[in-house]
């Protein structure tokens, strides 16, 4: 069953921006903790941010800390992951992941719930 949904990838150029939302059906995990991983073919999923419930504490991959943004917008029950100056090693699929407990935000087994992912490809 999805529990997370992905939505904004594409193809984009080289140095050019794209912003990803992650929503539950029925809102089901709004208030959850929220992650977003990407997965390149062949590789394994790597994390890429983290936000908090409230939205107060974030915490970054160093391969995008600078050029990506995650923020919540609670009226919405939406995470969003603002992404700028892409480079083509961002090209992945990227899962938003809602997790219950206290988490060590960068590791994929301390979330619960996942997407299926938007495909992001990044041209030179």
């Known amino acids: 069953q999805v529990q997370l949904v992905e939505s904004g990838g594409g193809s984009v150029q080289a140095g050019g921006s794209l912003r990803l939302t992650c929503t539950a059906p029925?809102?089901?995990?709004?208030?959850?903790?929220k992650g977003w991983f990407r997965q390149a073919p062949g590789k394994e999923v790597e994390f890429v941010a983290h936000?908090?419930?409230?939205?107060?504490?974030?915490y970054y991959a160093d391969s995008v800390e600078g050029r990506f943004t995650i923020s919540r917008d609670d009226p919405k029950n939406t995470v969003y992951l603002q992404m700028n100056s892409l480079k083509p090693e961002d090209t992945a699929r990227y899962l938003c992941?809602?997790?219950?407990?206290?988490?060590?935000?960068?590791?994929?087994?301390?979330?619960?719930?996942w997407g299926q992912g938007t495909q992001v490809t990044v041209s030179s």
């Open positions: 936000i908090s419930r409230s939205g107060g504490t974030t």
């Open positions: 992941a809602a997790s219950i407990a206290a988490i060590r935000p960068t590791r994929e087994d301390s979330y619960d719930y």
């Open positions: 029925g809102g089901t995990f709004n208030y959850l903790p």
